[in-house]
């Protein structure tokens, strides 16, 4: 007899922190964390934007993982499964819009967050997930950071001809061992022929966010 395979639902509930500005509110950043890593955490690296009156929302990925590390396993966030299959890994990020653009949904409507222009940003796998989804809703979201990543431009190939792009920034250390410099240079050169202004900005912060990718950051977003 032949197997026969069946699925189920299965559901959770997944985290998502907010920062508020200090002083007058100017711009909510959505921050996505990197693989295993969570909204909090990525928060303590973006905190002191909030001084620049930039409120933060942190959602942890809707995909848990088990991380093991030096003080015994935790439990992770993920943002897609990525195997090499590329159908099913649009898929994985189709459903982590979905998630996201709920989640904004939500945000609009709580009048405890400030109506203010939202932004998006994207560290490593996150990255992979903020550019994909900046340049599906520029309505959404008036620009995206790039942190340790590429564009996934193979999957973006009709918004690229449509002429109506967010401004993107790519945060990048030309010696990260985990993302090669050359194919970030490749995603400017794509948005920059589909009629965008891309920037790259460099740092020797390796594949992080430290102090310095939060200082230029904090200075690209006071052009909004």
């Not at 303590?44 to 991380?67: D, T």
């Not at 109506?115 to 996150?126: A, N, T, Y």
């Not at 794509?190 to 939060?214: M, N, Q, R, S």
Request: proline share 7%; hydrophobic share 40%.
């Amino acid at each position: 007899m032949n197997p026969v395979h069946h699925s189920r639902l299965f559901e959770l509930q997944v985290p998502w922190t907010w920062i508020p500005p200090e002083g007058e509110p100017k711009l909510i950043l959505m921050g996505l964390h990197g693989m295993g890593q969570d909204g909090d955490y990525l928060g303590r690296k973006l905190q002191q934007l909030s001084q620049h009156g930039i409120g933060l929302i942190l959602p942890s990925g809707p995909y848990p993982v088990e991380i093991r590390g030096k003080s015994g396993p935790r439990q992770g966030h993920a943002w897609y499964i990525y195997t090499g299959d590329q159908p099913d890994f649009r898929l994985s990020l189709d459903r982590s819009e979905e998630d996201l653009l709920r989640l904004v949904e939500a945000i609009t409507l709580d009048s405890t967050i400030p109506d203010v222009p939202l932004h998006l940003l994207g560290f490593s796998q996150g990255g992979y997930l903020a550019g994909y989804i900046a340049c599906r809703h520029p309505d959404i979201f008036q620009s995206c950071c790039i942190a340790s990543a590429r564009l996934k431009h193979e999957f973006l190939e009709k918004e690229l001809t449509l002429g109506h792009l967010p401004k993107i920034l790519f945060l990048h250390d030309k010696a990260d061992r985990l993302t090669a410099a050359e194919p970030v240079v490749k995603s400017a050169e794509i948005l920059t022929t589909a009629g965008a202004k891309p920037t790259i900005e460099w740092h020797d912060e390796k594949h992080a966010i430290g102090d310095h990718c939060v200082s230029i950051l904090a200075q690209w977003l006071k052009e909004f």
